[in-house]
């Protein structure tokens, strides 16, 4: 290389001997250059000869300013000569071979490419053609084609395609000029036209020439003979122009031989290309059936187990399994009709919507798969076709939900009924109108007095739980109830002295639980105190010692030290003895747990008993035998709001459709919260693609497939499929379970099926279920094969829960988080149009995890998430209304009745005035109202953990608790789908319709809950008392943390295009006071996530509704992960019904601070809020949709696969070698919030 500033002849420093040339080159421009031959070719092998030997030359040439470039293409197009042309050529290779991209733009930008095909067309008319110029002029060609847009077109159009088509034609053996000529095709083939146009004119055919047979020779130029046939075979036609010749099996056969010949990995990417080729070819319908016949699944599949071992062969593993299994025949799912097993027949049918077109359907469809559903999807451009259609859908209209009628976005009171018709709703408001004069203010006065105690009411009889081990007698011995249970009574709590209740609907006949005896010994009745919730709450860290949370499982285990499960003389035993155990510390149960007098579809289940049932049942055991005899735990002392007694109590009066005969263990035992700490599971390399090899081995190897039922609700005159216990036994006919079908495919492996929402015939996300007749030790593999959504917190650390039986008597009575190898994908079962809302071809998804069980003669349950019933909640209520103290305000009404026949309650909860005296009478009155309401969407039960920490905060004894009841006066629907949530739904209540896209114009009969709710809030609309603070609590299913969204004129108008004024923006900033103290306060808060955009979908939201028509500015949604956090103090763990309950009294803490916040006069904390607003529109994401996005969500994974890319995802894959495009694709889909489609509030 030349030192800097070398003098040459004359004196002229060398960086500007090359611009002496240029300019001497641009004065012989025109004529003078095809006059001048000799000096043209003199000056441009000397330009040559600096800008190669020298850097700062090309430098000086390309540098900003310099008018290099335009004279070097000018005396290019100008020239005749080839040896000119090819200096000029060599000049410009020199050029763009530095530089990256940028030089190339500068050459692109002059009109280069044009230039080159004017010389490309010009040669070719030559014969012979100069083979060193085509050599030249492609190899510069193929450098620019990538960086040029408009590449393809400009090649059509000058008729370059042709001529380099002939040229490689002419020259398939000639190595040299190949190349390039092919480097260049490829660059053709990425415009679609122009590989449809070659394909015509035999370029598929000219590939396949060149990459068959299979030769170690020449492999740099049979990589991009692959390339180039890939980008060809993305043309549907050309794709049915290989099928038909017959060229699937030779790519196979390819394939095979490059598989067993480069033992070493050395053409990695030759092996890719020709998959790469497979891969296009498969998107058409006829590729894969040439696939199959070809034998294609075999061959792919033993290739890629023997690839797994190396690591840097997984490219060519996740391409061949994206091919295998959308090559997988579409399989229907083994169900009759995809319509709830359950049938409620509606009063009256919506005139419109999913429901109408549910039982509009003609009889005899099948909607379960439609009549050619073969992998439709990719017959259309399965490139395209993104594993997250809202996430596709969101990148070309980004933010067009977000609300930009400025008319909409100004909340306008607007009651909507007039007031005669509301002021029904007053007597549910008596506290507004309470004087209190005849009520004893005296602090001596005893709580008991005013609360209702169902240990005095409750008859003393045994109750009857299933053993694992007890086999079962034809029919259960059947005694008279000792006395009528009054649901009812239940429902309510008596009112302080002098506050009357409104009447509730008259409650139908108690269902006669014959068969139920609760016997508790009579020491038992002598209870130990009950603390309060306030100090007894789960919240170790608030408000339990660490040393107590520490022992609490020692303490339970010392309680119960005595407990054993005994199999002797299963069906005789009269009782179990246990020696030196204390009495009045167990309660005796025997199998199963059933509610008698109902007319049970079948009964029992746990570990294969079959009380009950007429299935098959030998008969063989004494008719009156009474089962195994367990001893259960008194959690009593731990669970002070638990009671199983009153629990089967509470379900005596819940109305489900199925008529359910059984109660679930952990609803019956309860659960306590493990002190040890669950942290999010780290995913395993490559489990998804083992699993998906898992699935395709069935295809390969169906002789291994068992397929056999064992567990089907729809026969239901016997659910449970009778076998030599070689299987699993299951059961989900209680309250609030979900499972609908459960098929034994390998020995140690199911695929289940979830049961739709009642009146609906889709969202399957919700399980509960129970498993019995394991071996322990050994891992057991489920499915659940006909999830809906596109991804899910299973693929990001989250796990399913199980709850032991076995653990629970043993004083360990909880559900955990459990399961390996979880993971969630798209799988080969069609979801048919009818299912999937008018669209064609799309699938299920697969949620798979592993568990071992470690007990034998275990009854085991899997739930979702941690289980909640309706039943739970009535229980809960009682005991706190049990709890109540005299400076305590407590009503409980019903505030209707639901479809179903369930009671909705109402709670209001403040504190009582300090007297009658008209100034506290006067303040009692005058507080400000809080409502709260949860659980409109039943498989988010994590919503009412969170309310039952809210509850039992409210309810305690604490300071801070009573300085909130003076504050505020507390109007609480704790439960707004009783009905979705008793029959094991997942979103709907029993009309089939989302109750929160209800709000703007619910219907008294199918929505009645919201119906009344609404026009309580309308009420105290009409009467000026709107509440401060409105929170609905839901679950998330998609993001980690807990957050609020809200409602705000300014932001929504910030994150849309629409202009407006600023009074427009004139807007109260109170409505970020209250995010904002939980993100301080509260560990599992994040702020980050929070979002108070208004959008379109959700205009008939709870949330919006309230905010829009009630005017209240601070209406909230408030979601909860149901996985776990990803900031904080919880950073890395799953989600607990510790941190549960905790956010829920953290809720109430905020509202304290809140209210001391709006009593400051100074409004510094407003001035607070705007710059955190500021602050957080600098990172909001501008191409989502949800607008609350502000950072990734999940972190990358070390499996560099993604799992949108396994689930026919083709515009990622070729990225998965560099592992970039991966990690971007998988956050983004975790990103996706429920909000898309219909699922964030």
Known sequence: MNKPKMATEKGVPSNSRVLMLLGQLERMNGEAMMRDVETARQVTAKIFHLIQTQEKSGKEVMSKGSSGMEVILASLESTRDVQTTLNILYILSELLTVGRGRRVGVFVSKGGTGILFQILITTSKELPPSEELMLQLHSLLAKVGPKDRKFGVKARLSGALNATVNLTKQNLQNTKLLLPCLQVLRVYSTN??????????????????????????????????????????????????????????????????????????????????????????????LGRKAFIDADGMRILYYSSTECLPVRTLDPLVNTSSLIMRKCFPKNRLPLPTIKSAFHYQLPHVPAVGPVAQLYSQPLGVDDVVDESDDNEETDADTENDTDNEEDEKDQHTANEDIETDLNKLHPKKNPGRPFEELKVYERFF?????????????????????????????????????????????????????????????????????????????????????????????????????????????????????????????????????????????????????????VNATRHIQSPLLLGGIATRRVGGGGGSNWGSDCGSEGTEDEGGEGAVLEVPDTALLLPLHDPDLYVEMVKGTHSVPQYAEVAYPDYFGHIAPTFREPLQERVYGVQRSKIFQDIERLIHPNDIVDKVVYDLDIPSCPVIEDNGESLKFNSQFESGNLRKAVQMRKYEYDLVLNSDINSNHYHQWFYFEVSGMRVGTTYRFNIINSEKSNSQFNYGMQVLMYSVQEAISGRPRWVRTGTDICYYKNHFARSSIAAGGQKGKSYYTMTFSTSFSHKDDVCYFAYHYPYTYSTLKM???????????????????????????????????????????????????????????????????????????????????????????????????????????NGNHRCSLSGEDLNRQWQNPNPELHPTIYHTKSLLQYLAHIQRAPLVFCDYHGHSRKKNVFMYGCSVKETVWQSNISATSSDLHEDLGYRALPKILSQ?????????????????????????????????????????????????????????????????????????????????????????????????????????????????????????????????????????????????????????????????
């Open 1081 to 1241: 306060i509260a560990p599992a808060f994040s702020m980050a996530s929070c979002s108070f955009v208004v959008e379109r979908s959700k205009e008939s939201t709870a949330r919006v509704v309230v905010w829009r028509e009630i005017g209240v500015q601070r209406s909230y949604t408030m979601e909860s992960t149901l996985c776990g956090c990803d900031q904080g103090k919880y950073k890395g763990l799953q989600i607990g019904t510790r941190e549960l309950e905790e956010m829920g009294a953290q809720f109430c803490v905020a509202l304290l601070r809140l209210k001391r916040l709006t009593g400051i006069r100074n409004h510094q904390h407003l001035l607070d809020l705007e710059s955190d607003i500021i602050g957080t529109q600098s990172k909001v994401v501008s191409s989502s949709p949800t607008t609350y996005v502000v950072e990734e969500d999940e972190p990358s994974f070390l499996e560099e696969i993604d799992y949108s890319a396994e689930s026919n995802d083709e515009d990622a894959e070729p990225e998965i070698e560099h592992g970039i495009e991966v990690q971007e694709n998988a956050n983004h889909l975790d990103r996706l919030s429920d909000c898309e489609t219909n699922h964030k509030d």
């Open 430 to 582: 008596l506290e507004l109108s309470e004087d209190f004069q005849g009520y004893n203010f005296e602090p001596s006065k005893s709580a008991s007095t005013t609360s209702s105690s169902f240990s005095s009411t409750r008859a003393t009889r045994p109750i009857i739980v299933p053993t694992a081990q007890a086999l079962s007698p034809k029919h259960v011995p059947i005694t008279s109830c000792q006395e009528d249970c009054n649901p009812t009574k239940a429902e309510r709590a008596p009112p302080s002295p002098s506050v009357p209740t409104p009447a509730p609907p008259a409650s139908l006949t108690p269902l006669e639980l014959d068969t139920i005896h609760l016997t508790k010994d009579q020491d038992r009745k002598e209870e130990a105190r009950i603390p309060s919730p306030d100090t007894h709450t789960t919240l170790s860290s608030l408000t339990r010692p660490p040393s107590q949370a520490q022992t609490i499982e020692q303490d339970l285990a010392h309680v119960l030290e005595c407990v054993s499960l005994e199999a002797e003389g299963a069906l005789n035993t009269e009782g179990v003895k246990q020696d030196g155990s204390p």
């Open 876 to 982: 809960h209520l009682s005991k706190l209304e049990a709890l109540r103290t005299p400076q305590i305000y407590l009503r409980r009404d019903v505030l209707c009745e639901t479809l179903g026949g369930n009671s909705c309650p109402l709670l209001t909860i403040t504190a009582m005035p300090e007297s009658n005296s008209n100034d506290h009478i006067c303040q009692f009155r005058n507080r400000p109202l809080i409502f709260l309401s949860a659980r409109v969407h039943p498989g988010e039960t994590n919503a009412s953990w969170v309310m039952k920490g809210t509850l039992e905060f409210l309810m305690g004894t604490s300071p801070l608790a009573a300085s909130l009841r003076e504050a505020y006066i507390f109007k609480i629907v704790p439960m707004l789908n009783p009905d979705g949530v008793v």
């Open 192 to 285: 679609s036209v122009n590989a449809i146009s070659l394909g015509k004119n035999g370029v598929v055919e000219l590939m396949f020439k060149i990459v068959v047979p299979f030769s170690k020779k020449n492999t740099s130029l049979l990589k991009v003979a692959l390339d180039a046939l890939g980008a060809l075979l993305k043309s549907k036609t050309n794709a049915r122009r290989a099928v038909d010749a017959g060229h699937v099996h030779v790519l196979l056969a390819l394939y095979q031989d490059w598989h067993h010949n480069d033992t070493r990995h050395r053409h990695m990417l030759i092996r890719k290309g020709l998959l790469v080729c497979l891969r296009n070819i498969t998107n058409i319908k």
